[in-house]
């Protein structure tokens, strides 16, 4: 087994559900890549093999789950950015044991408590992570899960730092949600959040 601590030289950024690869190679960040999916794993690999000058952040993926980061020590980490699945929204397999996107709302906030429990203590002091979520609708009314997701972050004993607003257009679903949303009389979710927070 590699040696993760021993890997990269200089800063450490870590993605707990693999998102932003392609961004930290190309801006000579070091990046540790973690995704329970296979699938989206070999995806991650198949993005981030391309040469192009000036780019030589160095790539680490791995299997994993960000509930579980023990292969990383304690304080090691420069920045954690993440994207969680969002629950039961998108699932992003079909069985894939762990996979978060495939919880129910509740079961969804229970596991990130774990996710921010595991971030806090790889990330080091006075670093930080960054934490994009959304919300979602049920029955004809907002679950404002997103904010959950930020106390949960704050429990763990991060800091809040900003609060910026992402706005989100033509989406895959957007055609589905849009018919839906005048023929139920309800608005687009038309945002995400992206929480900072930092270790103190």
Known sequence: MVEINNLFEGVYC??????????????????????????????????????HEGANGRVYLRKGDARHLDFISNDSIDLICTHPPYANIISYSENTEGDLSLLKVKDFLAEMKSVAKESYRVLKKNKFCAVLMGDTRQKGFMIPMSFDVMKIFQEAGFKLKEVIIKEQHNCKATGYWKTNSVKYNFLLIAHEYLFVFKKI
Do not use: M, P, S
């Not at 000579?28 to 995704?35: A, E, K, S, T, Y």
């Open 14 to 51: 870590i993605d707990n559900i693999v998102r932003w690869y392609v961004e930290a190679k190309l801006l000579n960040r070091n990046i540790i890549g973690v995704d329970i999916n296979d699938t989206a794993l070999e995806r991650c690999k198949e993005k981030v093999d391309f040469e």
